[in-house]
């Protein structure tokens, strides 16, 4: 097989989170990309994780007078752009070069849950936000993953169903990070409840605790009811 021929098919790493995005040309032309200039796919996943930290950190510095939030929004969501074209392009790029490392899982599961916390903790100290919102969103997010791999040890296969997964928690925030980056502060509507403020990043964290919530009693029932059917019933 020659070597152009090689990457000429498309690139879907098996046994990973069903991402249609895989599919478009475009993700296969920049995983190629990658591949022919040997780029690691363990940086690629890395450089993901670096872009979630960077949109935490944008995020929780929105609330600080001196600096421009509407700004540092568009900053955040840069940050969880390049996080997530960091979860899609690190197992197109192992699957396509052939390059797996056996710290891949590793390496695609702990930098997911450093970025998953960096935002949405920075999401509760945002502009808008709720500090102990933002730690409770993070709980659940570690708890939703720790949740589909333990169902992995159990042997049942490995549920990415939501309604609040990994992408849908990156796209809540991604667009009322965008909102508060392209609309005036006037825009955004905030509620007291007694002596607390929510503004929409408040709400948007709220919704992922909840969907969260349901997300893990989802898969665990999945989880059960595929690992019940291992162990023969007792008459």
Same mark, same amino acid.
């Given at each position: ?14 046994? +990973? +989170? ?13 995983? +190629? ?30 609330? %600080? ?109 991604? %667009?009322?990070? %965008? ?29 992922? =605790? ?16 595929? =690992? ?8």
């Amino acid at each position: 097989m020659k070597p152009n021929q090689a990457i000429s098919t498309p690139i879907v790493a098996p046994e +990973r +989170r069903p991402m249609f995005t895989r599919e478009w040309n475009i993700s296969q032309r920049f995983a +190629r990309w990658l591949i022919a200039r040997n780029v690691p796919p363990n940086a690629i996943s890395l450089a993901g994780m670096a872009g979630g930290i960077v949109a935490g950190l944008a995020l929780a510095a929105t609330h %600080l007078p001196p600096l421009l939030p509407q700004a540092l929004f568009l900053l955040a969501v840069a940050g969880i752009v390049v996080r997530g074209m960091g979860n899609l392009l690190d197992g197109m790029v192992a699957v396509g070069s052939g390059k797996a490392s056996p710290f891949g899982e590793l390496f695609n599961e702990i930098p997911d849950r450093v970025a998953d916390i960096a935002i949405l903790v920075g999401a509760g100290y945002a502009a808008g936000g709720n500090p102990v919102l933002g730690f409770i969103a993070a709980l659940a997010a570690v708890f939703v993953a720790y949740v589909r791999t333990e169902g992995k040890v159990t042997g049942a296969a490995q549920y990415y169903c939501g309604p609040m997964a990994k992408p849908e928690r990156m796209v809540v925030v991604l %667009l009322i990070s %965008l909102y508060c980056g392209l609309m005036p502060a006037s825009w955004q509507p905030v509620v007291q409840i007694g002596n607390q403020h929510f503004g929409l990043m408040a709400f948007g964290l709220a919704v992922i =605790v909840l969907g969260g919530i349901v997300t893990v009693f989802r898969r665990l029932k999945r989880i059960a009811g595929e =690992v019940s059917k291992s162990y023969p019933v007792q008459k």
